[in-house]
């Protein structure tokens, strides 16, 4: 599927902590883990588990950098 976000990372999934309505994702890009909070619902529909090989697509308005 098509999409215009330029800022995708591939990853594989590393841990998943389930919530009520929220779930936790982690996800190894590399040497570096990416954290993000999606629904309960679309870790569900999506079907993820630890292992999966996933692209984290980052779109935002705003990123900071600190040095």
Do not use: C, W, Y
Not at 17 to 31: P, R, S, T
């Amino acid at each position: 599927m098509p999409i215009s976000a330029r800022n995708q990372l591939e990853g594989i999934v590393t841990s998943i902590k389930l919530g009520g309505v929220m779930a936790e994702v982690v996800v190894a890009v590399g040497e570096h883990q990416l954290v993000s909070v999606v629904t309960r619902q679309s870790v569900e529909d999506l079907g993820l588990a630890e292992g999966d090989k996933v692209t984290a697509i980052i779109k935002s308005t705003e990123v900071m950098l600190e040095k």
